[in-house]
């Protein structure tokens, strides 16, 4: 996600405790948030798929999707 966009959810965030949001805001508001979570379960499963555990006998298993969304 590009800075612009963090900038502007943090702006709106701040909009919304000092004087409120008119229905246009929200709306931004609520699909930025959205493609920021995309973006974090996104990156998370990637770390997940590539994270193996190691057993204290030295043998190593990679972790098993359990999510249902890809």
Not at 5 to 11: E, G, Q, S, T, V
Not at 42 to 66: F, H, V
Request: aromatic letters at 6%; proline letters at 3%; zero cysteines.
């Amino acid at each position: 996600m590009n800075p612009n966009k963090l900038d502007r959810i943090n702006a709106l965030y701040k909009k919304s405790k000092e004087e409120g949001l008119n229905e246009e805001e929200k709306a931004e508001q609520q699909q930025l948030r959205k493609e920021y979570i995309q973006l974090v379960r996104k990156n998370l499963r990637g770390t997940l798929n590539n994270t193996t555990i190691q057993y204290p006998d030295g043998s190593k298993q990679k972790l098993e999707k359990r999510y249902e969304n890809e």
